[in-house]
């Protein structure tokens, strides 16, 4: 079945770091890929999607290259902010269903 | 949009005992989803409605769960005989069909003692 794996978290960085938060996938032929945000004590907000291989999606100063060669879709941000700490979901919508197959989440802590 | 809402934010339990929580899709969104997210794990899907159709159900959704959406509008969760295990945070999505991107409600954490 449908699988994503992120890399295990906490990241701590200091305010204006690089972000690199590793998301492969395992699914049968073209699915749609989604980063989502949850900050603390707040619901999930979606916060890039791609729907086909090379597509970039981005917002807010985070980016993502769908890459069906390496089945991944890592977020990446140039300068993180104290504001930016939170949970980060990878997750795709394969063709079997509706539902999203979401990874385990990666904890992102900046320090000013 | 004014978002998907979810009630209540909180509910704690004893175990044996049933609860109903409540989601408010956004306005026009045809489709409803239902996932459940453990301390430190991201969401798994439980269900999906298109309209007042239920067309999906998880593994994880035992014959204790049920879950309708009667008027194709809101939809509500109800766990029967509770237990320890699901103890968790139940989140509702909805989306606009055939735009492939869901939008989560602030979720029902629920805590059965």
């Known amino acids: 079945g449908d699988s994503v794996t992120q890399m295990e978290g906490p990241v701590t960085l200091s305010e204006e770091a690089f972000l690199t938060i590793n998301c492969t996938y395992t699914?049968?032929?073209?699915?749609?890929l989604f980063w989502y945000v949850q900050y603390p004590g707040e619901g999930l907000q979606l916060l890039l999607k791609a729907t086909k291989a090379d597509d970039k999606g981005s917002n807010k100063g985070f980016e993502a290259t769908y890459r069906k060669e390496t089945t991944s879709f890592h977020l990446e941000k140039g300068s993180v902010q104290v504001s930016d700490s939170a949970v980060y979901f990878c997750?795709?919508?394969?063709?079997?269903?509706?539902?999203?197959?979401f990874g385990g989440g990666t904890r992102l802590m900046v320090k000013p | 949009d004014t978002g998907v809402s979810q009630n209540p934010r909180h509910k704690i339990t004893k175990r044996g005992q049933n609860v109903t929580f409540r989601c408010d899709p956004i306005s026009e969104h045809n489709r409803l989803y239902w996932y459940r997210q453990t301390l430190g794990q991201g969401p798994e899907f439980l269900t999906y409605f298109q309209n007042e159709a239920q067309l999906e159900k998880s593994r994880l959704l035992s014959d204790r769960f049920s879950a309708e959406r009667p008027k194709g509008s809101f939809s509500t969760l109800e766990i029967q005989r509770t237990e320890q295990g699901d103890s968790a945070m139940y989140l509702c999505a909805s989306e606009r069909g055939g735009h492939d991107t869901q939008y989560f409600g602030p979720g029902t954490r629920l805590t059965v003692l």
């Open positions: 699914a049968t032929g073209y699915p749609s």
């Open positions: 997750a795709l919508l394969g063709n079997a269903g509706n539902m999203l197959t």
